[in-house]
Nanobody, 123 residues
Framework: QVQLVESGGGLVQSGMSLRLSCAAS????????MGWYRQAPGKQRELVVT???????NGPSSLKGRFTISRDSAKNTVYLQMNSLKPEDTAVYYC?????????????????WGQGTQVTVSS
């Protein structure tokens, strides 16, 4: 099991920045990738960005210029730096972990989610 604790959400004006943090604990050795998803009111949850253990990132190109992910392996923490925020970035942001491990010659995997942190961008 992996436990996730998020922080850093809040209310900001358009054009400002926020940094979200997500600290993982528990079975951290099984973590393969960490990242962020978001869900706006009335919309489906969508990928923001993830980062693998090897540093490779994945996310929509539409956000890459403003959103940057980083990871502190020593602290088991992933960060999401969000710049030039827009009202359409308003959403609940969820930390996400994909874990993978081998047991008895078989590969197992599991997804973990944080409780979510609200980001509200006013115009």
């Amino acid at each position: 099991q992996v436990q996730l604790v998020e922080s850093g959400g809040g209310l900001v004006q358009s054009g400002m920045s926020l940094r979200l943090s997500c600290a993982a604990s528990g079975s951290i050795d099984s973590i393969y990738s960490m990242g962020w998803y978001r869900q706006a009111p009335g919309k489906q949850r969508e990928l923001v960005v993830t980062i693998r253990n090897d540093g490779d990132t994945n996310g929509p190109s539409s956000l890459k210029g403003r959103f940057t992910i980083s990871r502190d392996s020593a602290k088991n923490t992933v960060y999401l730096q969000m710049n030039s925020l827009k009202p359409e970035d308003t959403a609940v942001y969820y930390c996400y972990v994909y874990s993978r491990w081998v047991n008895g010659g078989r590969i197992y995997s599991s997804d973990y989610w944080g409780q979510g942190t609200q980001v509200t961008v006013s115009s």
